[in-house]
């Protein structure tokens, strides 16, 4: 009954907002999507069914009013969204378990001869000293042992499924209202199919996964990112972040404004979506994912010289989280603040997917700011966009 009344309350102040509003509670009954139709997450979150309900719901404002008239269900509304904030720390969840002094430090877990080389960590040790060789040959070359891989994969993964969790709750509005990006044109869809689609896309997590093993076992990284030694390094994270969203916004530029051919074959299949949500974020092609994500993945390994594994892990799932985030559908509550950092949001990241000029960086907004192609979503405000985003 609560649940009801607070959704009531939040589609009154939607109507008085003039914001579009969900026509129904069925979340699976439609994939189409339509300009005057609202987004589905909303409609997911409300379990009402006719438009005769938005009149009671307005009439009935004033009793529904006095269920928040306690400051603890004042505070609690006001503190549920911020709950969203853990997500950041819980991408690095798996490098933060492992070194943390307990049952999990993964000197406990694992054993010597997988992470060290003589009983010594690889932390100084180059190729030529020898030892950083531990698992196996490949003809003449012996290959890097798996474990730092495995927990690579491991860590980006686990990340994605905090992520995914927090998001479901966003979406469904349980931790407070959320606001659609774009006015017009959000596409329906059903959760859990939109959510296989996203964890099977060929230019995603496969790839990834596929140029991560190849250049991990075939030793084709700096010798300091095999090394278990120190925790993760903040600064050397920061670092690899900004060279990655550097190298990708040039490439992303090159896509956009070389031969047609080469953007048909890239990165167009990306840029169907002019509205994107969440689940488009790896939905790409192959080329587009090597040129734009493996190849300033490639670079940033070879300029930020001296990661060990653990920020390598922690880079790779907040690079890799973060991208998702930018194309989700609704805003998140840490955004107004990354906004006037430069920092990528979802709003910034839907101008590009809208207007295709403008907004070529993706976690940061500051190769724009330089390069003079950024356009604040404020400028469509009330226009393409929704007030606030
Ligand atoms: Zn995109
Ligand atoms: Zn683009």
């Not at 009671?56 to 404002?61: C, D, L």
């Not at 992303?252 to 047609?260: A, F, I, N």
Request: glycine share 6%.
């Amino acid at each position: 009954m609560t649940s009801n009344t607070e959704a009531l309350r939040r589609r009154s102040n939607a109507v008085l907002d003039g914001k579009e509003t969900p026509p129904t509670d069925d979340e699976t009954s439609s994939s189409s999507s339509s300009e005057s139709e609202a987004p589905s997450h909303i409609e997911q979150s409300k379990p009402r069914t006719s438009s005769a309900s938005d009149n009671a719901t307005t009439e009935s404002a004033p009793e529904n009013h006095s269920l928040y008239s306690t400051s603890g269900s004042k505070m609690i509304q006001h503190v549920l969204p911020w709950l969203g904030l853990a997500v950041w720390p819980l991408m690095l969840f798996l490098p933060l378990l492992l070194n943390h002094t307990s049952k999990c430090h993964y000197s406990t877990l694992f054993p010597r001869t997988w992470y060290t080389i003589h009983g010594e960590l690889w932390l100084d040790k180059s190729v030529e000293e020898g030892g950083i060789w531990e698992w196996g040959s490949s003809s003449d070359k012996p290959l890097r042992h798996p474990l730092g891989l495995s927990l690579g994969i491991s860590a980006v993964a686990i990340g994605h499924v905090f992520l995914l969790a927090y998001f479901r709750l966003h979406q469904q509005q349980v931790l407070g209202n959320t606001t659609p990006v774009q006015r017009r044109g959000v596409a329906e869809y059903v959760y859990l199919t939109a959510l296989k689609s996203h964890l099977s896309q060929p230019g995603g997590f496969l790839l990834l996964g596929l140029y991560l093993t190849i250049t991990w076992v075939f030793d084709m990284l700096p010798p300091s990112y095999y090394s278990f030694g120190g925790g993760i390094q903040y600064t050397r994270v920061a670092l690899c972040l900004i060279c990655q969203d550097f190298a990708q916004f040039v490439m992303h530029r090159v896509e956009h404004v070389s031969h047609p051919k080469v953007y048909r074959i890239s990165h167009k299949p990306h840029h169907k979506f002019t509205n994107p949500k969440l689940f488009d974020a790896f939905d790409g092609s192959v080329p587009d994912t090597a040129i734009m994500i493996l190849i300033p993945l490639f670079i940033t390994a070879h300029v930020v010289r001296d990661c060990n594994v653990w920020t390598y892990m922690a880079f790779g799932s907040s690079y890799a989280n973060w991208l998702t985030l930018i194309h989700s559908e609704t805003t998140f509550p840490w955004e107004p603040l990354f906004r006037s950092l430069g920092l990528g949001t979802a709003a910034d990241h839907h101008v590009h997917h809208k207007f295709f000029k403008y907004n070529f960086g993706h976690t940061f907004m500051w190769f724009d700011w330089i390069a003079g192609t950024y356009r604040n979503p404020k400028d469509v405000w009330g226009k393409e966009f929704n007030v606030g985003v």
